[in-house]
């Protein structure tokens, strides 16, 4: 443990803890049936859950939205994910909101939660939760009929670090021998597309950085991260190509915390020739920064899920 853990860590879990009174949706959505805590992989019960939104009237079978919550690969819940999750089910989606294992908690009695301690262990260090993404992706396969689910009109979304996790999950889907490298087993289907919010897609460029440095050497479990086995693989970006189908980005105007990652990520679907959407929230402040999508108060928020969900509204219906 290392002091910039630490504060890295306190001030993660204290934006969480500080915004979740007033982006609490739940209860808003009448229309929207809600389970929690599913069981998704009985290889890890305790914390490979999985939190269900879907329209409680649906005609047909839905099309399935697939979230992966942020947090700097080393804290947060699935919960934090909630509100986003509700709006994308209003709109008609199935939605899985997932968790997944996370490293060594720092501060271990604190922001209970927002960041429970069940979900940390030292073991649980990539590509540990891309592998458990996958299994979510067979729960999906294996429960499509008992949810009336269209596995055609899949989805992945994420946050942040969760939006990093999606564009592997995505290019383990474009590239067999980067699937294999981590260790995935791909369900029959192949995702429709993908939603990455305010992400990271070149880690590398994190290692000059303390702070960033200390999320990386948490993520990988090494302290010199270039020792990892699977450093390479760490950035999604080059095993990215068409085979991606279609792509919605959507980032703050003046997102600090991803240092242009969007736009790199643009620039990659746009060379492999990727059909591909790119939102980016403008109004200082609230609109500008990271994962403002989530602060549901604000009219940013509401402008740009509105565009998200519009967005997956027509690409299923393609």
């Not at 994910?81 to 060594?104: H, K, R, W």
């Not at 969007?262 to 746009?270: C, G, H, T, Y």
């Not at 990727?274 to 929230?281: I, K, R, S, T």
């Not at 609230?286 to 509401?302: G, P, V």
């Amino acid at each position: 443990m290392s002091l910039e853990s630490v504060v890295l860590s306190l001030i993660f879990n204290v934006d969480n803890w500080a915004k979740a009174p007033f982006i609490n949706l739940k209860g808003k959505f009448p229309q929207v049936k809600d389970e929690y805590d599913i069981v998704f992989s009985d290889t890890n019960p305790e914390i490979l859950k999985a939190d269900l939104h879907y329209p409680k009237q649906a005609e047909g079978k839905m099309p399935v939205l697939l979230n992966i919550h942020g947090g700097g690969w080393i804290i947060g819940d699935k919960s934090n994910s909630t509100s986003y999750c509700l709006q994308c089910a209003d709109a008609g989606f199935f939605v899985m909101n997932i968790n997944y294992g996370m490293p060594e908690k720092d501060v271990k009695f604190l922001f209970e939660k927002v960041d429970p301690l069940k979900s940390h262990d030292a073991k649980y260090v990539w590509p540990y939760q891309i592998q458990t993404h996958f299994m979510a992706m067979k729960w999906l396969e294996e429960n499509a009929d008992k949810y009336n689910l269209d596995l055609s009109k899949v989805f992945v979304s994420g946050d942040s670090a969760g939006s990093h996790m999606t564009g592997v999950v995505c290019a383990c889907f474009c590239d067999d021998n980067y699937a294999n490298a981590l260790g995935v087993k791909k369900p029959s289907f192949v995702p429709k597309g993908y939603i990455m919010n305010c992400g990271l897609y070149k880690l590398s460029i994190y290692e000059p950085i303390p702070i960033g440095r200390v999320m990386m050497q948490k993520f990988t479990g090494y302290k010199n991260i270039k020792e990892s086995p699977l450093y390479k693989e760490i950035n999604p970006m080059p095993y990215i190509n068409k085979k991606a189908n279609n792509v919605l980005v959507c980032k703050g105007q003046f997102d600090v915390m991803t240092l242009m990652q969007s736009d790199m990520m643009v620039k990659r679907l746009k060379k492999e020739g990727v059909n591909y959407d790119f939102y980016v929230g403008r109004g200082f402040p609230l609109a500008t920064f990271h994962d403002f999508m989530f602060l549901t108060f604000t009219k940013h928020s509401k402008d740009c899920m509105a565009y998200t969900t519009d967005w997956l509204k027509k690409t299923a219906a393609k």
